[in-house]
């Protein structure tokens, strides 16, 4: 069976904000990969699976390149899955140029030699827009949390689509977490709360 290493990007880069830079570990799994909604799957011979020590040196150069992508926001969540040479890009953005950007970046690795970009493009939407700006100061500028907003990587991404709001990224504690649930769902106009915050100790 192949390994493949299935990274959430927007965790990835609060966790070195908020507890220092995390190592990727690969994981087993079938020769199918699981996708996002989007679907897409990508198959490597044996020949071309990689040590650990490659996949992990891919793995840091691709988020690498995703996290220098000047456009790339609180409102958006990237993520990607490493499967042999092949890299599927995942995650949903509000900026659709974070689309096209992001397969261009992970193509200019060195050690890639596929990209199957599945990044979701949000629908553009007046109602959304408003969401995100009350959603972000019920969350960034409400006291408790606020340390958050002083990171240079905000940790707590906020991705809306049709009223409907996801949390990614990661908090210091299970009460941040809650809070964080707490304070959306005080904002009118939001449909649904998904929380997929991760507690990480700093």
Do not use: W
């Amino acid at each position: 069976m192949h390994k493949i290493v299935a990274v959430v990007f927007a965790g990835l880069i609060c966790m070195a904000a908020v507890s220092g830079a995390q190592q990727a570990q690969p994981a087993q799994s079938n020769q199918s990969l699981q996708t996002a909604p989007n679907g897409g799957q990508a198959t490597q011979p044996a020949d071309e699976a990689l040590s650990p020590q490659s996949q992990d040196k891919l793995v840091r150069e691709i988020r690498h390149e995703l996290i220098m992508l000047p456009y790339y926001g609180v409102f958006d969540n990237l993520a990607f899955r490493l499967q042999g040479r092949t890299v599927i890009l995942e995650g949903q953005v509000a900026n659709s140029i974070l689309k096209p950007d992001a397969e261009h970046a992970v193509k200019k690795v060195e050690g890639v030699e596929k990209v199957i970009n599945n990044i979701q493009v949000l629908p553009p939407s007046p109602m959304d827009e408003r969401i995100r700006r009350q959603v972000y100061q019920a969350i960034y500028g409400y006291g408790p949390l606020f340390k958050y907003a002083n990171l240079s990587i905000p940790p707590i991404h906020i991705i809306v689509k049709s009223g409907n709001v996801t949390l990614e990224g990661v908090v210091n504690n299970e009460t941040d977490k809650g809070l964080c649930s707490m304070r959306v769902k005080q904002v009118s106009s939001v449909f649904s709360v998904i929380n997929n915050l991760r507690v990480v100790k700093p």
